[in-house]
C-alpha cells in the first residue's frame, strides 16, 4: 500500500503542473491534490527536495520505460544507433506534456535533480568517441530533432502539426542510416 501512495502522490504532484497556468509543488499543495493531510505527505517525502527528487526519478521511469519498450532489447546490447532510433521514436510518438517539460526543465536548476536525468537519460544518447565525425554528426542532429519535437508538443510552443510528424521521422530516419550499412 505505501508503494500505491507514493506513486499517487507522484501523480498528484505532477497534475499539478498541469494544472491550467500552472502549478508549483508544494508539499502543501501535493497532499492536498490526493487527499492527504501534509503530515500523512511528509510519512513518504519528509521535505520538498524528498518528493522533487522522486518525481523527477517518476518522471525518468516513465521515460526509461518507453525507451526500452521502443528498443525491444536490453540497453546494454544496443548499438549508438539503436539507442538514439529508440529516443527519437519515443520523443515523436509519446504523449507529452507540461509537466514533463517543467519536471525536465526545472531540474536543470538544481544538482541534484540534473543528476537524475544525467543517470538516467545519458546511457541513451550518449556517442562513443570511436564513431566517426559524420555519424556523430547525424545521431546527434537526429536526437536534437527529436529534442525539439517533444519540447514544442509539450509546451505547446510552436507546436509542429501532426500531419507533419510523419514527414520528420522519414528525416530522422534518414539521419539514423547506420553508415555501415550504405
Request: aromatic share 6%; charged share 25%.
Amino acid at each position: 500500500m505505501a508503494g500505491n501512495a507514493r506513486h499517487r502522490i507522484l501523480d498528484g504532484a505532477l497534475d499539478l503542473l498541469r494544472a491550467e497556468g500552472g502549478g508549483s509543488i508544494t508539499l502543501e499543495a501535493a497532499a492536498r491534490q490526493v487527499g492527504l493531510t501534509k503530515p500523512g505527505l511528509m510519512y513518504h517525502f519528509p521535505t520538498k527536495e524528498a518528493l522533487m527528487l522522486a518525481v523527477v526519478d517518476h518522471v525518468a521511469d516513465r521515460w526509461e520505460k518507453l525507451l526500452l519498450d521502443r528498443l525491444g532489447r536490453p540497453l546494454e546490447t544496443a548499438s549508438p544507433h539503436q539507442r538514439i532510433r529508440a529516443y527519437v521514436e519515443v520523443a515523436l510518438a509519446a504523449p507529452f506534456d507540461r509537466a514533463d517539460f517543467a519536471i525536465h526543465s526545472d531540474a536543470h536548476y538544481r544538482t541534484a535533480l540534473t543528476d537524475t536525468w544525467v543517470r538516467r537519460i545519458e546511457p541513451w544518447i550518449a556517442l562513443p568517441d570511436t564513431l566517426t565525425d559524420a555519424a556523430r554528426a547525424r545521431l546527434t542532429a537526429a536526437r536534437l530533432l527529436a529534442d525539439g519535437y517533444w519540447t514544442a508538443a509539450a509546451t505547446g510552443v510552436f507546436p509542429v502539426p501532426d500531419h507533419d510528424r510523419a514527414h520528420l521521422l522519414e528525416v530522422a530516419e534518414e539521419l539514423l542510416e547506420d553508415e555501415t550499412s550504405r
